[in-house]
């Protein structure tokens, strides 16, 4: 098992940015595909961006080219980096882990009932 804690949020003005962090304990945190998801107010819960354990990465196209994720498997900690926010990025922030699953299409690990772990969520605010 692992245990995910988010942490990070806040309220930030349009044009911003904030670093999220998630830190991993229990099971060797490489092992473990590592997603971040949203949820906004009223909405599912969306793909933001997932890390495979050999270090590639798919980011939704709502993101890309603003938010970046890393990881620090010293530390056992996922990063995700918001530049350039907007208000439509407002949401709870979550990441998420699961174990690889073989032959696992490109689009497995962007469903987030794909993911066996969950940190608490973290509030992310973009002022217009």
């Known amino acids: 098992q692992v245990q995910l804690v988010e942490s990070g949020g806040g309220l930030v003005q349009a044009g911003g940015s904030l670093r999220l962090s998630c830190a991993a304990s229990g099971r060797t945190f490489r092992d473990y595909v590592m997603g971040w998801f949203r949820q906004a107010p009223g909405k599912e819960r969306e793909f933001v961006a997932r890390i495979r354990t050999g270090g590639s990465i798919d980011y939704a196209g709502s993101v890309k080219g603003r938010f970046t994720v890393s990881r620090d498997l010293a530390e056992n900690t996922l990063y995700l980096l918001m530049n350039s926010l907007s208000p439509e990025d407002t949401a709870v922030y979550y990441c998420?882990?699961?174990?690889?699953?073989?032959?696992?299409?490109?689009?497995?690990?962007?469903?987030?009932?794909?993911?066996?772990?969950w940190g608490q969520g973290t509030q992310v605010t973009v002022s217009s």
């Open positions: 998420a882990a699961v174990l690889p699953r073989q032959r696992a299409t490109i689009n497995y690990y962007m469903v987030p009932s794909n993911y066996d772990y």
